[in-house]
DNA sequence: ATTTATGCAAATCCTTTGCAAATCT
DNA sequence: AGATTTGCAAAGGATTTGCATAAAT
């Protein structure tokens, strides 16, 4: 499967594998079933997903070969180095989601749910832009999560109770 | 020393050792020689550091009291239900600053030096409205960090290396 | 042959928790 | 006395690392 979005410049038009065997021949390194794996099982949905989440799901979705944990969390360090997974660290962990492909955006994070809702603005960046300068900063990232409580969960729906009850 | 600053539309005027006083006694908890050393070493400077940073420094400022590392564990926790302090997750840890009386603010992190520099936006504070508002979501705070390279760590300075190689 | 990668278990870092002793009210 | 807090040490969760073995070049 090949996309093609302007990233940062530059047309893209590589699938994650493919640009993924380019950076690791860039640095004399080697492509390997479990990396290939792991890339696979990354790319085959767009959410939002930590080490041992995907640790649990490489596992029980009985795939063929199996992955350790610690090849997983140097895998998935790489994916972040190769351009491929964005980062953030939310709550004492390491929260991963696709970068390769995937167009600039921030977060809603529900406090109640936890559940991560994406959003973009085109402020963001010109801030990041202005906010730099002044700074004499050289930005190269940034991350905005905006913390509250999710449409779903502020509606106030009532416990589930027996019948006779009600 | 007492502070005025309008925050969050309220007219603030107690020290943070008041305001805390007050917290503790409205949930009937009590204010402790633990808890005042730590309040006063945390507002006695305004940066940003983590618990182990704090203790460390704690510990050597040869103060009189001690302070075991699970109650300061246990007492930031507090500031920040009071309040008093903001917390922040970088790099796997939890990183605070003051809050109280303290203007809200987003941060710039060089990445080289890993130094945290503040900065604000009202632009900032309007995106955050009006996303929450397209998402129908309820926004408590944000957090809003721009990593890079500030501009001590950027301008190239050469290597210290010995006279007679220059 | 030589380099790189894997898996396992141990180690580490940050933070939390159980519990008995100490301290308030 | 009754509730809260402390300190210590042990436990926990997430992530990293040392090292011997396996795989790739």
Do not use: W
């Not at 990396?35 to 099982?41: G, S, T």
């Not at 990232?141 to 009532?158: D, N, T, Y």
């Amino acid at each position: 499967m090949s996309q093609s979005f302007a990233l940062e410049n530059v047309e893209v038009s590589l699938s994650p594998q493919q640009r993924f065997e380019e950076f690791l021949r860039s640095r004399g390194k080697r492509n390997t079933p479990q990396r290939r794996l792991i890339l696979d099982q990354v790319f085959a949905r767009h959410d939002h997903f930590d080490a041992e989440d995907l640790l649990a799901h490489l596992r029980e979705s009985g795939v063929a070969g199996k992955v350790s944990r610690a090849s997983l969390y140097r895998t998935l360090k790489q994916f972040v180095d190769a351009g491929l997974l964005r980062q953030m660290n939310l709550g004492g962990r390491a929260i991963y989601e696709h970068d390769y492909g995937y167009p600039q955006h921030d977060h809603l994070h529900c406090q109640k749910c936890e559940k991560l809702i994406e959003f973009s603005s085109d402020e963001v960046k010109s801030i990041r832009e202005a906010v730099a300068r002044e700074h004499q900063f050289r930005a190269q990232g940034h991350r905005l999560i905006i913390f509250g409580v999710c449409s779903a969960c502020a509606r106030p729906k009532r416990q589930k109770r027996p019948l006779d009850l009600v």
